[in-house]
T-cell receptor, first 112, second 113 residues
């Protein structure tokens, strides 16, 4: 069974204090790993897709990396506006199976 | 470009009542999805559609029905609501020839008493 585990559940950082969020996954044939940001009361907002081990993608203060078993979302010098819940999801490689399996998220709080 | 929109934003139902949630997208995406989000459980797929006139079951389809009569709209129905269906419902869409990513609407918060 596909499984996605995110850690930690919650993380509080001082403004400017860099850290990483972890997403461990178990899936038979990875088609893609996705990172989303979700603000309270809103829908998930797409950040990145990673397709193969070794791939990295960056956007502003965020950088996502992928290995065969896990993905990291590195946040460098975060600002209070980076506070949100970050969701990780995986999709299997078999054509026609469009299901995303989500983790339960990491709630990130950046303290000014 | 409004993206993915959902109506209503909030709804309170009594057990046994029925309702329909509407999702609309203006991105000409082929695929559309309905998810529910519950505390501590992450987003779970209810039903999805790979094109106009098609639907398929997801992970938690029981108690829900869907229809996709037009490419831009995806309806989620609850025929007889139960308290276990209290949740936040999200619609999403994706472009089949794109990068696989799904784009989400703002959600509908449903409470069943």
């Amino acid at each position: 069974e596909d499984q996605v585990t995110q850690s930690p559940e919650a993380l509080r950082l001082q403004e400017g204090e860099s850290s990483s969020l972890n997403c461990s996954y178990t899936v038979s044939g990875l088609r893609g790993l996705f990172w989303y940001r979700q603000d309270p009361g809103k829908g998930p907002e797409f950040l990145f897709t990673l397709y193969s081990a070794g791939e990295e993608k960056e956007k502003e203060r965020l950088k996502a990396t992928l290995t065969k078993k896990e993905s990291f979302l590195h946040i460098t010098a975060p600002k209070p506006e980076d506070s949100a819940t970050y969701l990780c999801a995986v999709q299997k490689s078999n054509f026609g199976n469009e299901k995303l399996t989500f983790g339960t998220g990491t709630r990130l709080t950046i303290i000014p | 470009n409004a993206g993915v929109t959902q109506t209503p934003k909030f709804r309170v139902l009594k057990t046994g009542q029925s309702m329909t949630l509407l999702c609309a997208q203006d991105m000409n995406h082929e695929y559309m999805y309905w998810y529910r989000q519950d505390p501590g459980m992450g987003l779970r797929l209810i039903h999805y559609s790979v094109g106009e006139g098609t639907t398929a079951k997801g992970e938690v389809p029981d108690g829900y029905n869907v229809s996709r009569l037009k490419k831009q709209n995806f309806l989620l129905g609850l025929e007889s609501a139960a308290p276990s269906q209290t949740s936040v419902y999200f619609c999403a869409s994706s472009y089949v020839a794109g990068g696989l990513e799904q784009f989400f609407g703002p959600g509908t918060r449903l409470t069943v008493l």
